[in-house]
């Protein structure tokens, strides 16, 4: 093969450069990044589509959240995605990379739509978010999916597979095959070949190993490392690092590991069988997707994508969904959620974090539904998305404390 020396040679210097900067700091306390206080500058990026009615909406509920709880945020808007490509010629401004690193968090809509489709790749609204991760060293994306048995009969698997359901997955956001380099598409004999190249560094995988050991020490204290060891170099060296790191540094984890073929039989199967599952970045895009779809709404999912230090961001995993855009049918849960993970993770507001969570569960009980969740003839009030966020910030503050805000 011609590129197996340049291949070689990257991997050692790659190797070389993760190994000495991986020390892990966000360890101490649920991976947050900034200390508690009372006021935080907060990067809102409202994006595309249904995301500035998404964006309201939380405003909304965070507005009624800090009134309550006796603290500040100061949100404070920039650019991305297809509004960035109209107003400045550029999917992710230096401008709102610079906003976004000074500030204690941002909190993301979503991007694209059909009016960038055709763009080329540089003017793609999907070219900022990769330029976003990149730039902000954001290595871990954290996807909850966790089935609330308000929407049980949203999934379309079985209740008894779906009830109870609350998984984790962990995927490392910026390397594999995705970023490893040579790639490309070249003429060999005569036709073309098309490569890319699946590379971790021990480094790499030992820092995204420590976020899954404190995400899943915080959780259940299971974890289950997806690879394909039985097959791939790549997956053998993820596997012994792993193992390794969970060994040595988190004594109250349990490992195990699975290859993805059977993981993603088994997440299907019974997936109850998992807490939190980490695995690298093509394996983590697809299962965290499968994942996704055990909840049954994109609606309702949040995420948050976080470096070694400074900022994270935090946003829903759906897309702008240009189908529904300007017409109030947008659910604007997941993003409220996703401000419930950004809390927890980065502000140090874990009491606060588990009102906003309670207050989504609330008013599901309450019986409101957006139109991605209601159900065929079950009973429950049709609302748009302006209602829905003004239902959950009336709960933000009112709602009975299961536990008492610490000031
Ligand atoms: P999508 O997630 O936008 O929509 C898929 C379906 O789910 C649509 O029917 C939509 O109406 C519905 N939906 C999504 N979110 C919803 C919500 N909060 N409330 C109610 N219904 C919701 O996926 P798509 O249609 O494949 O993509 C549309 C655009 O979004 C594309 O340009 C794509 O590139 C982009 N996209 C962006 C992100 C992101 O911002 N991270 C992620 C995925 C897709």
Known sequence: MKYS???????????????????????????????????????????????????EATKEVLSALCKRCNFKIDLKSALIGGSAIDEANDPFPDESLQQCLKSDSVLLACIGGYKWDKNPRELRPETGLLKMRKEMGLFANLRPAKVLPQL?????????????????????????VYFGTPKGIDIVDGERVGYNNMIYSEGEIDRIARVAGDVAS????????????????????????VTDVISKDFSDVELSHMYVDNAAMQLIRWPKQFDTIVCGNI???ILSDEASMLVGSLGMLPSASIGESGPGVFEPCHGSAPDIAGENKANPLAMILSAAMMLKYDLERPDEAQLLEDAVEAVLDQGLRTADIKQDGDNCELVGCVEMGKAVAELVTTLELKVPITV
Do not use: H
């Open 5 to 55: 020396l340049a291949i070689f040679s990257s991997q050692i210097t790659v190797l070389s450069a993760f190994v000495a900067t991986s020390t892990f700091k966000r360890t101490q306390f649920g991976l947050n990044a900034v200390s508690r206080k009372d006021t935080y500058d907060v990067t809102l990026l409202p994006g595309d589509g249904i995301g500035p009615e998404i964006t």
């Open 152 to 176: 049980l009969d949203a999934s379309t698997l079985k209740k008894e597979v779906v009830e109870g359901v609350d998984v984790m997955v962990v995927r490392e956001l910026t390397g594999d």
């Open 218 to 241: 915080k959780r259940s204290g299971k974890l289950c490392s997806v690879d394909k060891a039985n097959v791939l170099d790549v997956s053998q060296l993820w596997r012994e690092v």
């Open 283 to 285: 394996f983590g895009d």
